[in-house]
Nanobody, 126 residues
Framework: QVQLVESGGGLVQAGGSLRLSCAAS??????????MGWFRQTPGKEREFVTA???????YYAGSVEGRFTISRDNAKNTVYLQMNSLKPEDTAVYYC??????????????????WGQGTQVTVSS
């Protein structure tokens, strides 16, 4: 049974940093074909793409977080991280990690991900 568990959310002032973690069981992030994503959602809005990490090590970012956020993984711990720097109030959202084993559909497509974590709240105060 696949399980993704996020942690690391919280309250931070604008300009601050947070690191989110997503620990997986039942799958291996570095396995051939696996792709990991971070998404975020605010009330009343659709879940939006933040970043993705392919099994090859390739990374992809939404324009709104490029240069501020970094996705990485620790293969030994089977954990993916999202380092968030220079946080802005508009980054406030529930952040979800997700995993999929396909890449024929854009990594931004939420419907293409097979597994999701429960989400962790990130609040950035101004």
């Amino acid at each position: 049974q696949v399980q993704l568990v996020e942690s690391g959310g919280g309250l931070v002032q604008a300009g601050g940093s947070l690191r989110l973690s997503c620990a997986a069981s039942g799958l291996t992030f570095s396995s051939y074909g696996m792709e990991m994503g971070w998404f975020r959602q605010t009330p009343g809005k659709e879940r939006e793409f933040v970043t993705a990490l392919r099994w090859t090590g390739s990374t992809y970012y939404a324009g709104s977080v490029e240069g501020r956020f970094t996705i990485s993984r620790d293969n030994a711990k089977n954990t993916v991280y999202l380092q968030m720097n220079s946080l802005k109030p508009e980054d406030t959202a529930v952040y979800y990690c997700a995993a999929r084993s396909r890449w024929d559909v854009s990594y931004t497509d939420t419907h293409s991900y097979d597994y999701w974590g429960q989400g962790t709240q990130v609040t950035v105060s101004s």
